[in-house]
């Protein structure tokens, strides 16, 4: 992969998605980065990590217990993955990617995306402009 895959930020109408990659230290010196999600870097997220932590390692290292989680929960975050499906002997006779999108919540309460973690591509974070801007900071 390349040092820029899964360094983006895109907007819809309603959504912000966030390239996976970016370090939270990286997040908050990029103009393109939305102000609120930086704000919500800086006071919540950066409370339990480093500024060189990526959200790709972080999330599968997060505990119920912890604020980030918290954050993300109330945040409704949604991370987009690719998750390796292996082979079974009907239709799909070879493994394969697949692209989904998870909640924080069954990213940290999921035993099985742990056991996988090392196959898995975490590619974005997905974010409600709603949920963001009716977050307080």
């Known amino acids: 992969m390349a040092e820029n895959d899964f360094k983006y930020v895109v907007q819809s109408f309603s959504d912000y998605y966030i390239g996976a990659r970016w370090t939270y230290g990286e997040m908050l010196v990029n103009e393109d980065m939305p102000f609120k999600w930086k704000a919500v870097v800086r006071h919540y997220l950066l409370k339990e ?5 990526t959200m790709e390692n972080h999330i599968f290292f997060m505990t119920e217990k912890d604020f980030a989680y918290e954050t993300l929960k109330e945040l409704k975050a949604k991370f987009k993955m ?10 799909n006779k070879s493994g394969h990617y697949e692209s989904r ?6 990213i940290v309460k999921s035993s099985k995306l742990h056991e996988q973690m090392d196959t898995i591509v975490v590619e974005e974070l997905h974010l409600s402009k709603l949920a963001l801007m009716t977050f307080a900071v």
Do not use: L
């Open 101 to 106: 999108e998870y909640k924080i919540e069954e």
């Open 82 to 91: 690719s998750v390796w499906v292996p082979a079974d002997k009907k239709r």
């Open 49 to 53: 990590v480093s500024p060189d932590t």
